[in-house]
């Protein structure tokens, strides 16, 4: 039988079972609505859903190697890649774009060319410092760190902030060395 290579974020978007869109997005606003509230800081909230999102992140990579079928990847040139290509079609049904590598290869853009978690949204005046889809920021930088890689993730331009698109900026931070509990000869 031959190995089963990587599939497209098309092919596992449709085959996974789905929440309904709209129910999604409003969930999701509710729970920005209720940060809000209760912590009464523009800046609070930021730290909280972008704190969120790592805490998915961190669990949603297993479910991505799992079900993705991509192996390892050679670079962060490649991981942005899989992330933008296949990351964001296989769980927000959305495709995003890759540019504006630095001369490193260690800082680059992710476009989003929908976003989903924005629909029916509008920021009213006294929440203009907010981030309102900071939580994806944390579930990138959470998945790169259960990948051995340290990342910042900034949002760099948001279509609520009046911006033409929604764009991250990740820049890897390092590459942790992978650590085994245990030594295989003891």
């Known amino acids: 039988m031959a190995p089963v290579g990587p599939r497209s974020g098309d092919a596992i978007f449709s085959s996974i079972d789905r929440v309904n869109a709209e129910l999604f997005t409003l969930t999701y606003g509710a729970i920005v609505r209720q940060l809000l509230t209760d912590l009464e800081d523009v800046e609070e909230v930021n730290k909280q859903l972008d704190q969120m999102g790592y805490n998915i992140g961190i669990r949603l990579i297993d479910e991505f190697l799992a079900k993705s079928g991509v192996s390892r990847c050679v670079d962060f040139k490649e991981t942005a890649e899989m992330i933008a290509k ?10 995003a774009s890759v540019s504006s ?5 260690t800082c680059c853009s992710i476009i989003l060319e929908d976003n989903p ?4 949204v509008e920021l009213p005046d006294t929440c203009q410092g907010l ?3 900071n939580v994806l920021s944390g579930v990138i930088r959470g998945a790169l760190e259960m990948v051995s890689m340290k990342t910042e ?4 331009r948001d279509a609520l902030r009046g911006d033409d698109a929604y764009e991250l900026q990740v820049k ?15």
């Open 86 to 95: 296949v990351g964001f079609k296989m769980f927000l049904g959305v495709t």
């Open 101 to 105: 590598w630095d001369a490193d290869g």
């Open 117 to 120: 978690l924005v629909d029916f």
């Open 131 to 133: 981030y309102y889809c």
């Open 153 to 156: 993730v900034t949002w760099t």
């Open 172 to 186: 890897l931070l390092k590459q942790v060395a992978e650590e085994y509990p245990y030594k295989d000869d003891e």
